[in-house]
Structure formats: C-alpha cells, structure tokens
C-alpha cells in the first residue's frame, strides 16, 4: 500500500464535519476547520491478484490454500518475455524446453509431460504437450501455475501441476491501444498491436478489442528459420445490467522452416554429457525440414448475474488445428566423434478438434450459520484426434560435421508426401464438479472440491488389425477427484494453510493418442499431494512472501514386467517431494526485487523398463530431466522517472538424461541486463541481453545421443507505445 498526500488549503470540509458528527453523536459542533485532504492510493503485491486457476471461487492468492503464481501482463512487459515459454520461468521449480517433438515440455513438482495439465483459458485440449507449444505472448493477459494435482478442477491430468494460459478479452471499464516493435539479434523482429474500443464512451454497452502479433527471425541455428502470426479478438454485449456476453476468435500460425532438432553428445556417451564445439549451432534437419501449425479458437462466454448471490456461467468452446511435420530427427556421433549418423525420418500430421461445454453456478450464502460459498457445474467435451505417420527409422546416412543442408527429405529412400490415416482417437467427457469456501471462524476456512468424470475412449485402427493393435477398442473410466484445504488469517497480511488433494492420470502417455499397447485393460494411476504452506505481505504492498512444502505419490504408472519384459504392468510407483519460495521485496520507491527459489528430491520408487529384452529396476533413480534446485532473480531499478535498469539470473542444477542415471547433464546458470528509456508517459524504449555470459547449456537430454542447447548470447531493442 502506497500512501499520497495532496494538500488543498481551502478544500470544503462538510465531508469531514458529517463523519466526524456520525461518529460522535453527542459532541456539539461548535465551529467548522478547514483540514487538509488525504487521498490512500493502494498497491497490489502478487498476492492479491485473483487465483482463478486454483480455484473456480473468487478468492485472490493469499485466500486461496494453495501454491499459486500468477505472472499478470505488467510482469510479463517488465521481464520481456517474448512467448509463453519465456513467461513460465517465473514459476518457482519449474523448467521448460521447447524441442519441436515436443511443444513446451514442462518439468514440475518432480513431474513431467502428461503429469502437467495446460490450459488454455481454463480449457484442457488434452494434448498439452504439443498443443502449448511457445506462442508469441502478446496476446494473453496473465499465465497462471498451481502446484501438484488439480485433476478436481479440470479432470484427468495435473499430478504435478496445472498452468493455464488467459487471454486478453474486451472490457468496458477503458480504452486503449497499445503497440509494440522489437529487433534483435538473428534478425529476429515483432510488429504487434492491440486495441480495447467501447463505441458510446464511458456508457457504452459493448466493447471490441483486437490484438495481433507477427514475428518473422532466424536463430544462432543455421539455416532455422521461423514465421508466426497470432490474432486474438473478442466482443461484449452488455445485453441487459444483468447479462453479459463475450464472444472471442484467436487464430496461430506459425510456420518453422528448418527447425532444430538437437546436438548429438560427445562419445563415448558417459557420465556428464557435453557436446564438441565443432557441432554448436550446427542444423543436422535436412534443408527443406518443416513443421507448421494452424490453430484456432472460439468461444461464447454468457455470464448472468441472478441478484446478489447467484451467478450462472455458461462457456461454449471449439478448437480446431492442424501440424505438419516433415524431418530427420535424430543424430549420434560417429565413434571417433568426426561424423554425425542421421535417422529417424519422420513425416507427420495431427488432425485435432475439440467440443465443449461448461456451465457453472456460483452462489454466495450461508451453511448451518456460517458464511458459505458454492460453484458446482457440468462440464461436457468431445475430443477428436487423428495422425498421420510416415516413419522410417532407419539411418539415413553420415555427414561431416560441418554439414550445411545435408540433402532433402525426399532423397531418404521410402520418403514420400503421403497423409495414410493411422488411427483416430476419440475422447467423449461428462463431468459434475462441486467446490465450496466455508468460513468456519473470522479467520479459519474450509475449502473443499469433489470432481466425478465419466471419461470414454474410442480408438479406431485405420491400419491392419493385430492383436497388439485390434481394429478398433473402447476404455471407460469413471476417476473421482477431490481437494479438502483448512486456510488460516493469522493477521489480514498473513495466513497459513494445509491441504490434501488427489490426481488421476493415464498409467502411460496421454488419452488423446493412445494405443491398446499403452492402455490395455488398465485403470487410470492416481495421485495424492499433501501440502502445507505461509503468505505473508506488508501492509504497505512493498514486500510479499510465499512459503509450500509438499509431498506428491502417484501409483498404478505402467511399467516393464519383470518376469515378461515384453509386457507392461500397472503397478509402479512415483513419489515426489519439495520446497518452493518465493518473494518480492521493494525497499524503496525506485528499488523491485523478486525471485524465487525450488528444492525437490523426485524419486521412481517402483519402476522397471525393458533394456535390450531384459527388465532392469531403476528404484530409486530420479526421473529424466529434473533438476532438484531451480532459482530465478530479478532486480530493477528506476534511476529516475526517464531512465531505468536491471539484471535477471536463472540457474537450474544437473539433470538425469535416462532412467539408469548413468548419464547426466550440467547444470547452469545464466543471467541479462536491461536499460530502459521513457520518452513520456506513453513511450518507452528497452535495450535488452540474455546470456550475456555466452554460456553453451543444455535445457532438455533427449536421451543418450542427443541434447537440446540453449540460446546463446543475444540482443533485442523494443519500443513501447500506448495510446
């Protein structure tokens, strides 16, 4: 909370005088004083900030008993963060890689890939992990993570955690437009823009509002090249003072000529994995390697307000998109390190549509006498995919190591622009969900959530039928989730809580694309988290903090058999368990800083996998890819009201890149800089570097041949302007 004086000596004081009056009922006014006038303006630390992914209920952060991050659109233009890959690293714990295969691919809590719920404006297309891949961020309004399972919120899914990514929509509170310029190193430029626009002013009844983005760069990759457009555009209707109406249309292309698949390793391929210097920033894709996606969205959002108490919510929502693949995906070395061995030629499509319907009623009322509220609704979705695969495993060949645009992915025998159909997977989902706050004392409440999900899964084999692989099966599960959560005021800026909540999941992989291999006659792996957490904040808003410790088990994961390593069983373990803080600390007007910090010791306490025939255990290891230590700093300043500075440093520790933990990767750390110039009010200009140390790191193993690097040291200029 930030405090202003303005003095005004002759101010009129009847204001004054009637409270002063009202207080006092029996003190005779004898003479009016003029006193002076004291205007409060507040500051929101990020605990104030409504947690609406958490939590269906409108409770902000420090209400809500849960580990929450919102990264609302201040933080995202304060930290340039370009895409949505880049917004996520101010998650506490939480890493990311966005290898093409695999969209953003999400580390947290201990968990990965299909154990990380994305959404998108609170909707699950249950393919996260190649439908989130990075997208330009111009158009969201904030990014949303909690930690450990929320599967009672959105269904199936979300062991480790859920992140939701929220749009920009149209509002009838303002105008305003906004544009943005950036160029930076590998000629990488953004043109974007937005508008908020209420025709009629201050009482208009509607609102439009249009935000597109497009970026065209190459990278320190040779020959990747990338084209991305995005459009987001929304209209209100304030159809009566008590109904609203929203439709929104977002629309993202992106075609990636050439894209980089990764760098292979040093061999031989022991102990801590590095790469020769000959081989960075080296493209081994063959020159016409492509993937592209079109994607687009609508939604019709009705909200009705039924007087003070109740409100009804009713989401209509259609995804539809399409990606092509076309590449050679894998390289090793030869064995005297002097040649790069290529395979794995892949031509790909995914044909993707989902359906759905959510219906919500929120009510604000009383249960035995104490203050309660409710959300109960009924979610209904239909979700279609089918792929197209032309693989071909086999080596293609070995090129130098200074290879430039090693063929075409034509020449690679068996290669061929066919689309044959290899199965489609149909996802039919009703569910009932309830979630209620009540206040049980002045300072102690209860939140709980009950979630039932009637999930049936229908695969049609477009292939000859085997019986690995029959012409057609059908799954049903019927999980029930839930959370129960006590949340205690110790003072109105600090609070401690402690909840208990539950997952389900797929033993292996992910619904939208599974086989009868991966599936079987299995039930769904379950997941339970236990956590306890404190939030503190100043009461002037300069400072926050945030405190959880957890420990997530999830069981029933399918792995080898180890008396049939030809087969899979649904029986293994893995557990999970951590510390994650985070913080905000402004000891002056002109000083920010934040950061966070995470601990985790992830563990597969039963699992087994098939290595050359045989099961071998790996009880005990840590899974691929996760770093028990992950930290993120940021640190700005405001010389004065034109100019501004700042540094930003993120440091992950080493990661597994198998099961056996024979192999491993460096951690690292890497740190930038920011110069900012305010021409006005309304114009800035930002001189930014990342990595300014140059450092070569792998963010993602790609298992024991392959490693996918991080940028090197690049620039960028962006002018800001809002109208």
């Known amino acids: 909370m930030s405090i202003s004086l303005r003095r005004t000596p002759r101010a009129s004081c009847l204001s004054v005088v009637v409270a002063i009056a009202s207080s006092f009922?029996?003190?005779?006014?004898?003479?009016?004083?003029?006193?002076?006038?004291?205007?409060?303006?507040?500051?929101?630390?990020?605990?104030?900030?409504?947690?609406?992914?958490?939590?269906?209920?409108s409770l902000s952060v420090m209400e809500t008993p849960a580990s929450v991050t919102v990264i609302d659109r201040d933080t995202l233009d304060a930290r340039g963060a370009r895409n949505t890959q880049e917004a996520l690293f101010g998650i506490p714990g939480l890493t990311v890689a966005s290898p093409p295969g695999n969209g953003n691919a999400v580390t947290y809590r201990g968990f990965s890939g299909s154990q990380i719920t994305q959404l998108f404006n609170g909707i699950d297309v249950q393919y996260a992990g190649i439908a989130a891949r990075p997208v330009d961020a111009w158009q969201y309004e904030r990014v949303e993570a909690v930690g450990g399972p929320s599967s009672f919120l959105y269904g199936a899914g979300a062991v480790g955690g859920t992140i939701n990514y929220v749009t920009r929509l149209a509002r009838l509170d303002r105008d305003e437009a906004a544009l943005l310029a950036s160029w930076g190193s590998f000629n990488d430029g953004t043109l974007?823009?937005?508008?908020?626009?209420?025709?009629?002013?201050?009482?208009?009844?509607?609102?439009?509002?249009?935000?597109?983005?497009?970026?065209?760069?190459?990278?320190?990759?040779?020959?990747?090249?990338?084209?991305?457009?995005?459009?987001?555009?929304?209209?209100?209707?304030?159809?009566?003072?008590?109904?609203?109406?929203?439709?929104?249309l977002e629309y993202q292309q992106e075609h990636s000529h050439r894209p980089y698949w990764g760098t292979p390793v040093r061999q031989p391929a022991e102990g801590r994995l590095s790469v020769l210097p000959q081989t960075i920033g080296r493209n081994y894709n063959v020159g016409d390697g492509y993937y592209g996606q079109d994607v687009l969205w609508a939604r019709s959002l009705l909200e009705w307000t039924l007087g003070d108490t109740d409100t009804l919510r009713n989401t209509v929502y259609h995804y539809d998109a399409l990606r092509d693949y076309r590449n050679v995906e894998s390289y090793r070395l030869t064995a005297d390190n002097t040649g790069v061995v290529r395979s794995g030629t892949l031509l790909q499509r995914h044909d993707q549509q989902v359906y759905g319907n959510?219906?919500?009623?929120?009510?604000?009322?009383?249960?035995?006498?104490?203050?309660?509220?409710?959300?109960?609704?009924?979610?209904?979705?239909?979700?279609?995919?089918?792929?197209?695969?032309?693989?071909?495993?086999?080596?293609?060949?070995?090129?130098?190591?200074?290879?430039?645009?090693?063929?075409?992915?034509?020449?690679?025998?068996?290669?061929?622009?066919?689309?044959?159909?290899?199965?489609?997977n149909r996802l039919h989902t009703q569910a009932l969900f309830v979630e209620n706050l009540t206040e049980l004392t002045p300072s102690m409440s209860l939140l709980t959530g009950l979630r039932r999900d009637r999930i049936r899964l229908d695969v049609a084999n477009h292939r000859a039928a085997t019986p690995t692989n029959p012409a057609r099966f059908e799954r049903e599960y019927t999980?029930?989730?839930?959370?129960?959560?006590?949340?205690?005021?110790?003072?109105?800026?600090?609070?401690?809580?402690?909840?208990?909540?539950?997952?389900?999941?797929?033993?292996?992989?992910?619904?939208?694309?599974?086989?009868?291999?991966?599936?079987?006659?299995?039930?769904?792996?379950?997941?339970?988290?236990?956590?306890?957490?404190?939030?503190?904040?100043?009461?002037?808003?300069?400072?926050?903090?945030?405190?959880a410790a957890y420990r997530i088990v999830r069981r029933n994961l399918a792995i080898t058999d180890p008396a049939n390593p030809g087969q899979t069983l649904?029986?293994?373990?893995?557990?999970?368990?951590?510390?994650?803080?985070g913080f905000g600390w402004r000891p002056v007007e002109a000083l920010n800083v934040q950061?966070?910090?995470?601990?985790?010791?992830?563990?597969?306490?039963?699992?087994?996998?098939?290595?050359?025939?045989a099961a071998v255990s790996r009880a005990g290891?840590?899974?691929?890819?996760?770093?028990?230590?992950?930290?993120?700093?940021?640190?700005?300043?405001?010389?004065?009201?034109?100019?501004?500075?700042?540094?930003?440093?993120r440091g992950v520790s080493s990661r597994y890149a198998n099961a056996a933990n024979t192999l491993s990767t460096a951690g690292y750390a890497v740190w930038g800089a920011h110069a900012g110039w305010k021409w006005n009010d309304s114009t800035e200009l930002m001189l930014r570097g990342r990595n300014l140390g140059d450092r070569t790191y792998v963010i993602h193993a790609l298992?024991?041949?392959?490693?996918?690097?991080?940028?090197?040291?690049?620039?960028?200029?962006?002018?800001?302007?809002s109208f």
Do not use: C
Request: aromatic share 6%.
């Open 25 to 57: 009922p029996l003190v005779a006014i004898a003479q009016t004083t003029t006193l002076d006038t004291l205007e409060v303006k507040g500051r929101k630390s990020g605990l104030d900030n409504t947690a609406g992914t958490a939590t269906r209920l």
């Open 192 to 248: 974007a823009m937005g508008a908020n626009l209420r025709p009629g002013g201050d009482q208009a009844r509607q609102a439009v509002r249009l935000d597109v983005s497009a970026r065209d760069g190459e990278s320190a990759i040779d020959a990747q090249e990338r084209e991305a457009l995005t459009a987001a555009a929304s209209w209100l209707v304030q159809l009566t003072p008590l109904l609203r109406h929203t439709l929104a």
């Open 358 to 424: 959510k219906l919500e009623w929120a009510h604000d009322g009383a249960l035995g006498g104490l203050s309660s509220r409710w959300n109960i609704g009924l979610d209904v979705s239909y979700n279609r995919q089918t792929r197209f695969p032309l693989s071909l495993p086999a080596t293609v060949d070995t090129v130098p190591l200074d290879a430039v645009a090693p063929g075409r992915f034509l020449d690679v025998p068996g290669a061929a622009i066919v689309y044959a159909p290899d199965r489609t």
């Open 479 to 547: 999980p029930t989730t839930g959370r129960i959560a006590l949340n205690r005021a110790l003072t109105p800026q600090a609070s401690v809580y402690a909840q208990v909540s539950t997952a389900a999941d797929p033993p292996a992989g992910i619904l939208s694309t599974a086989n009868f291999a991966t599936l079987r006659d299995f039930d769904l792996a379950t997941g339970r988290q236990g956590e306890i957490g404190a939030k503190f904040q100043s009461r002037d808003g300069r400072s926050f903090a945030t405190l």
């Open 570 to 581: 649904p029986v293994g373990r893995q557990s999970a368990r951590g510390v994650e803080a």
């Open 595 to 613: 950061g966070n910090l995470a601990w985790v010791d992830a563990t597969l306490d039963d699992f087994h996998e098939n290595v050359d025939g």
């Open 621 to 649: 290891n840590r899974p691929t890819n996760t770093p028990s230590r992950v930290g993120n700093l940021w640190i700005d300043y405001a010389f004065d009201d034109r100019w501004s500075a700042g540094i930003d440093v």
């Open 703 to 721: 298992g024991g041949t392959m490693v996918y690097l991080g940028d090197p040291r690049g620039w960028e200029v962006v002018l800001r302007r």
